[in-house]
């Protein structure tokens, strides 16, 4: 798709359609999302695709209910089976019968913690100490603190200023490997934290900065899976002990918990509840005429 489609991309998410942070899902039926999935999606953001978006399959699994993309419906919950490019994804939404509804939960692919402790060298900031984690994708994480900012309070600007110089600087430093496939080994964006990674009743606030320098408007699903991969590692947390996480863009509140305990490759992983709320927000038809010298869309940063 990034090779003959990418148009389709940069037409939705640029301008005048999308916008800066603007990010999608193409759904994909019949025999590309074989291997017992319902549907299959392709997620699309500015800058290009990603892995696994744990928003996206919550708004996914209300979409195919209530589009009729499942053929049986179960109440009081269905479980969505979704393709997604790290593999498979199953979320379960609340069903009543006629519509689907809030919140919606997902068991996404073993999680796990790449690195930790990672001493990283980030120019204008100098050496900070960083954990890398695999949600679905991978991210770097560390506290706001080490960079002089609070991921609560510190302006959204140089945060994300911030976070994409750890990114660049753990891209250069550090090899990524994926125990399933190389395509998949890449450092997909940094989230910065408030440093509260012990277990506590009180949310932990996070900022997800991703791809050229989009900042999440959620907790982040598959930043939320690979960060209760990491404290599972780290013994801060146990099994079945639940964790709520804000973003501190919007306030919205993922939860989080490690289900079960597994191994992916030679890591030792496991598997994370995401629950969370999507909403609809209306439908659009977008037209694009050939004659439109704009009909691509066009990106300002």
């Given at each position: ?81 979704l ?11 609340p ?14 692919v ?52 911030a976070?994409?110089?750890v ?30 990674d ?12 991703f ?80 004659e ?10």
């Open positions: 798709v990034a090779a003959t489609q990418d148009h389709v991309r940069r037409a939705l998410m640029h301008e005048p359609r999308g916008h800066a942070g603007m990010y999608g899902a193409v759904v994909v039926r019949g025999g590309a999302a074989a291997e017992g999935a319902h549907l299959a999606a392709l997620f699309l953001h500015c800058a290009g695709y990603s892995a696994m978006c744990g928003h996206a399959v919550m708004a996914l699994g209300r979409f195919a209910l209530d589009y009729g993309l499942v053929p049986a419906s179960t109440r009081p919950e269905t479980a969505v089976r393709r997604c490019p790290c593999g498979p994804v199953t979320a379960f939404v069903w009543d019968g006629h519509r689907s509804g809030n919140p919606v939960r997902f068991h996404s073993p999680a796990f913690a790449a690195a930790t402790d990672l001493a990283i060298d980030v120019p204008g900031h100098g050496k900070v100490v960083v954990d890398i984690s695999y949600g679905g994708t991978f991210y770097a994480f560390l506290s706001a603190e080490q960079l002089g900012l609070d991921v609560c309070s510190s302006k959204t600007r140089d945060l994300v200023s976070a994409s110089a990114t660049e600087a753990v891209k250069k430093q550090f090899k990524l490997h994926h125990p399933e496939s190389e395509d998949l080994a890449f450092l997909y964006g940094t989230i910065l934290t408030d440093g509260k012990a277990f506590c009743e009180e949310p932990t606030t996070n900022i997800c900065v791809a050229d320098e989009q900042v999440d408007r959620s907790p982040t699903g598959s930043g939320v899976t690979a960060r209760i991969a990491l404290q599972y590692h780290k013994g801060l947390i146990q099994l079945g002990q639940t964790r709520t996480f804000r973003s501190s863009t919007t306030g919205s509140l993922f939860t989080g918990k490690a289900v079960k305990a597994t191994k992916f490759g030679n890591y030792n992983a496991v598997i994370v509840e995401v629950s969370g709320e999507a909403f609809y927000t209306g439908t659009a038809t977008f037209t694009v005429e050939e439109d010298p704009l009909k691509h869309g066009f990106f300002f940063k």
